[in-house]
Nanobody, 116 residues
Framework: QVQLVESGGGLVQPGGSLRLSCAAS????????MNWYRQATGKERELVAA????????NYTDSVKGRFTISRDNAKKTVSLQMNSLKAEDTAVYYC?????????WGQGTQVTVSS
């Protein structure tokens, strides 16, 4: 199992950019599908972006397509989420998630606030 630590959250104005990073420790990182979720106050946690193990195929929820990019570096055991053209509705706690079969791990979350 992997352990995950997110970083890079903060306060940004609408239209701005942030880059979230998730550092993993443990073995076999490259075999895990990696995901970014977010949870806004009073709402359910939602899957924002995903990247597979192996081919590194990506998928995004419709609201972030064209604005967010997920990437991974298996050698460094990291996964990143580049967020551009941020909107107020992107405000949430963002969580890194690793999944392999029935096993999954979560980071502690990092707050992203988009406000003027």
């Amino acid at each position: 199992q992997v352990q995950l630590v997110e970083s890079g959250g903060g306060l940004v104005q609408p239209g701005g950019s942030l880059r979230l990073s998730c550092a993993a420790s443990g073995t076999f990182f490259s075999t895990y599908a990696m995901n970014w979720y977010r949870q806004a106050t009073g709402k359910e946690r939602e899957l924002v972006a995903a990247i597979t193990s192996g081919t590194g195929s990506t998928n995004y929820t419709d609201s972030v397509k064209g604005r967010f990019t997920i990437s991974r570096d298996n050698a460094k055991k990291t996964v990143s989420l580049q967020m551009n053209s941020l909107k107020a509705e992107d405000t949430a706690v963002y969580y890194c998630n690793a999944r392999r079969g029935v096993s999954q791990s979560w980071g502690q979350g990092t707050q992203v606030t988009v406000s003027s």
